[in-house]
């Protein structure tokens, strides 16, 4: 499995500089619209390089590591989920020439870090195109400072076990299943080492922290165009709550001005498992939206 991943990880990329941190860019593709991708919890920018080859023909392209991940600066202090979506509001600022508009897209739990931002990135951001995110209102969140707890305690195993290598393959199965042979061996390299795994650990403790303020003042909608794609694929044994979690997120769309709501064969990692349906999507929210001429009055 390389092919498209293979050219991906030949890309080099930029450091950053954003609110006293730095992030680790890589840009690619060509046009006049721009497309940038924000990643789940634990990972970063490896994660979209099935998307990425698709549409290098359609847009400029950029992919990044969040503060603490991959290539990016590590961080000494919890950095929260506003904090998250401040850095991606600067990154934007840094690398999308004003006034041009851009089209957002954001798996998991980068979800709410992209909502967020969408509040402070206003007509600027032209489309929103959201994978598997859980909506702050799902009954899964009602006792998440439990979970987590109970996550944190297993993901501090996994920290020290990361050391040695052999188990640091066991613990990063269920990415090495979904992508590229070559974009999982600098997964590896990278994000499953301990202090890829102490990164994740604090980004599971700022979505704890950040719940109950979401729940009672969720992000303003986004008044772009958005997609919702739901993957339609549960792990084995969690099939009830995955149909709770698809209805929340059913329910979040049907809020939206402009929002579609679509299931889509996949497992949570829709980006790996399905990167054509997520291209086609990005193409049509850049073909609907008109992307950066369109804002800056060239259309």
């Keep these: 499995m390389s092919g498209a991943g293979a050219d991906m990880r030949q890309a080099t990329g930029r450091t950053v500089a954003v609110n006293g941190r730095t992030v680790h860019v890589e840009e690619s593709g060509r046009g006049t619209d721009r497309v940038v991708f924000e990643a789940g919890q634990g990972q970063g920018r490896t994660c979209w390089d099935a998307v990425v080859p698709l549409l290098a023909d359609r847009a400029r392209l950029v992919a990044y590591d969040r503060a603490g991940f991959g290539r990016s600066g590590r961080t000494a202090q919890q950095v929260g989920i506003d904090e998250m979506a401040a850095d991606l509001v600067a990154l934007v600022g840094a690398v999308v020439p004003e006034p041009d508009g851009l089209v957002l897209v954001a798996h998991s739990m980068g979800g709410l870090v992209a909502r967020r931002a969408a ?12 994978l598997d995110p859980t909506p702050e209102r799902a009954p899964v969140y009602d006792t998440f400072d439990r979970t987590a707890a109970r996550v944190d305690q297993a993901l501090g195993v996994t920290q020290a076990l990361v050391r040695f290598r052999p188990l640091a393959r066991i613990a990063s199965g269920n990415v090495r299943r979904v992508f590229p042979a070559d974009t999982y061996a600098t997964m ?9 795994i102490a990164q994740t650990r604090k980004e599971l403790k700022a979505v704890a922290a950040a719940l109950p303020r979401l729940r009672a003042e969720p992000p303003a909608l986004p008044a772009c165009p958005t997609v919702l794609l739901s993957a339609s694929r549960p792990v084995k044994g969690r099939e ?3 149909a709770v979690i698809a209805e929340h997120q059913r329910r979040w769309v049907e809020t939206l001005p402009d929002g579609r709501f679509e299931e889509v064969d996949s497992g949570h990692f829709v ?18 939206t008109g ?8 259309a």
């Design 291 to 298: 992307g950066a001429a369109e804002l800056s009055g060239e």
């Design 240 to 242: 009830q709550q995955h």
């Design 119 to 130: 509040e402070r990135l206003g007509p600027r951001l032209r489309g929103l195109l959201l």
């Design 271 to 288: 980006q790996a498992e399905q990167p054509g349906c997520v291209a086609d999507e990005i193409r049509r929210l850049l073909d609907r």
């Design 188 to 196: 590896l390299a990278e994000d499953f080492v301990p202090a890829g």
